[in-house]
């Protein structure tokens, strides 16, 4: 059950990653084709600058006419078109025929789609601007502006149907052969994953198989282990420690709420009196009392579980003219913790 769910979740995540790099992919398209909308807009944007000059070059006896004579003069078709109002009258869309449905319609009928609208309330006065709007759904780069001609305001624009830009045969086959070829690397992914996938299964049965042998093996180690830890790691009566690993074994005999604690510091003239020193300890002192050896000199006893008149009593005894006793201790309970009441102790044992 455990492989088959290990199978399933990796083939889900690649399948969902796939799915994002798939969304993104097109979303990145998306981002291209309008980016590359906005550079034909402006290579659009001069154009239009070209007919506002030939309406600038009219005589003085030009009519209003003559404008829209240069507008409708201009190539059109149903994708790039060209439209003219003046105020918020309409004297050209498209063509002579397309026109004449406008006829006392105001420029706000034509665009009106909100992107259309501001796109119009956005031009400026002799200064060609363009944008991507929509016409209904349909999408157009226009480009356009405002121009004054004899004391009136009048608007021309330029728009061209995104498909004939966007559709141009090597942007559409630059395009899909950038669909098809991700197309193939996910499908790719997707394949291998699931074939790594079957790969890790059959890794994880044999690994399972080999714990399975191993498993009575360590277990035995680990009992070895933990009765060798407990026969000779802590045992006192074995082993001198050091002032290093005193705070572990504070620790230990914390967590099992051992108490009380008696320690005892004991001061060496020499380290060959030190030394001297333990090994008469290892005849004089049991298993409970925990040796440490904290520099050349200064040794450590700690008695544990010790009643203090007992542990007086054996401390008294323990002196001699090489050894002599610095200071003790005594804790008869946990409540704070055994570190921190040997590190005041030892605070005032170093301050003497």
């Not at 006392?104 to 002799?126: Q, R």
């Not at 016409?135 to 502006?145: E, Q, T, V």
């Not at 090597?170 to 193939?184: G, H, M, P, T």
């Amino acid at each position: 059950m455990k492989r088959r769910l290990n199978f399933f979740l990796i083939t889900v995540v690649v399948m969902f990653f796939a799915i994002a790099a798939d969304v993104f992919i097109v979303y990145q398209l998306e981002s291209y084709e309008t980016r590359f909308l906005e550079i034909y807009g402006s290579e659009q944007d001069g154009y239009v600058n070209i007919i506002l000059g030939q309406i600038n070059n009219l005589g003085d006896d030009a009519a209003e006419q003559d404008i829209t004579d240069i507008i409708s003069s201009l190539d059109a078709t149903a994708s790039r078109y060209w439209t003219l109002s003046k105020g918020d009258s309409i004297l050209f869309v498209k063509s002579v025929t397309e026109t004449n449905r406008y006829k006392g319609f105001t420029d706000g009928t034509y665009y009106a789609s909100e992107t259309a609208s501001k796109f119009m309330n956005s031009l400026g006065n002799n200064q060609v601007g363009h944008q991507i709007i929509y016409l209904d759904k349909d999408r157009f780069i226009a480009s356009g502006m405002i121009f004054n001609w004899r004391g009136e305001q009048y608007r021309v624009c330029l728009l061209t149907y995104d498909r004939v830009i966007l559709e141009d045969n090597v942007l559409l086959e630059c395009k899909n052969a950038i669909i098809i070829i991700l197309s193939i690397i996910l499908a790719l992914l997707v394949i291998l994953s699931m074939v790594m996938s079957r790969k890790i299964s059959r890794q994880e049965k044999q690994i399972e198989d080999q714990e399975k042998h191993v498993v009575w093996q360590n277990k035995q180690i680990a009992l070895l282990d933990e009765h060798l830890k407990r026969e000779y790691a802590f045992s006192a009566s074995k082993n001198v420690f050091k002032g290093v690993v005193l705070e572990e074994f504070l620790e230990k005999l914390d967590e099992k709420n051992v108490s009380p604690l008696h320690f005892a510091v004991f001061q060496a003239d020499s380290v060959e009196a030190r030394d001297q020193f333990f090994e008469r300890m290892q005849l004089v002192l049991d298993n409970h009392v925990l040796r440490f050896s904290m520099d050349e000199q200064c040794v450590l006893l700690i008695f544990v579980g010790f009643e203090k008149k007992n542990s007086d009593k054996i401390i008294d005894t323990l002196w001699d003219w090489n050894v002599h006793k610095a200071d003790e201790f005594y804790c008869e309970d946990n409540m704070k913790s055994y570190k921190s009441q040997f590190e005041m102790f030892w605070k005032e044992v170093s301050a003497k």
